[in-house]
């Protein structure tokens, strides 16, 4: 098979997951709950995410997993850097999140700014985008560009995306918090995540990049001190 078109697979594969993930997240959900009700919607949209996830899982595997001349040690470092904000931001969003469903049904909106949303209101979906960028920058293997590229479209396009649905739902609430906050990370105001959540996430670190090395590739300071 020539080189470029074996990489139509998961090009189709991450194709489908943005397309379906985006069509179902916005322009065809309202038709498709009112139709189907909000619980098989769910479950056929959750079939259809995980169905894409497999398929790019089969697609990756099967492509070379170093074609790439890589970034050098230039690249571990900053790669490094990026997955420990990555982590910094995900487990502080897990605190005081407006975005995230509530099981009262109404979203509470927080008081003031605090934490990792003095940093940007979409914590959550910068610290996947962090993450695919470190992966991309490594310029390890074409596969992972593909799927780094496609999680970093969903963490922004899907953050602006929100923004948009937040504003039609909760109006001036929603309005009143993002003049509150920064969709762009204000990476002056890290400090404000806590010494918390910094250690966790220096803790987290060194466990996932211990075991990546245990998966075969060296990863953070492992790849420096065995």
Not at 151 to 170: C, N, P, T, V
Request: proline fraction near 6%.
């Amino acid at each position: 098979m020539d080189h470029h078109m074996s990489f139509i697979p998961l090009l189709s594969a991450c194709g489908t997951l943005l397309g379906t993930h985006f069509l179902l997240s916005h322009p065809l959900r309202k038709a498709l709950v009112s139709l189907l009700g909000e619980r098989i919607f769910l479950a056929l949209y959750s079939l259809i995410a995980f169905g894409a996830i497999g398929w790019i899982a089969v697609s990756f595997r099967k492509l070379p997993p170093m074609d790439l001349g890589g970034s050098g040690i230039a690249g571990w470092i900053i790669a490094s850097l990026l997955t420990i904000l990555a982590l910094v931001l995900l487990l502080g969003s897990f605190t005081g999140n407006p975005a995230l469903p509530d099981p009262s049904g109404e979203p509470k909106m927080p008081s003031q700014t605090k934490g990792v949303f003095r940093i940007t209101r979409h914590p959550m979906m910068w610290g996947f985008a962090l993450w695919a960028i470190a992966h991309i920058t490594l310029w390890w293997s074409m596969r992972t560009v593909i799927v780094g590229g496609t999680i970093l479209i969903l963490a922004l396009l899907g953050s602006a995306l929100q923004d948009m649905k937040k504003e039609r739902l909760m109006g001036l609430k929603w309005k009143a918090w993002e003049n509150q906050t920064s969709f762009w990370p204000r990476w002056q105001a890290l400090p404000a995540a806590g010494w918390l959540i910094w250690t966790a996430a220096l803790i987290l670190w060194l466990g996932i990049t211990w075991a990546h090395g245990r998966a075969g590739i060296p990863a953070g300071i492992w790849r420096w001190i065995g």
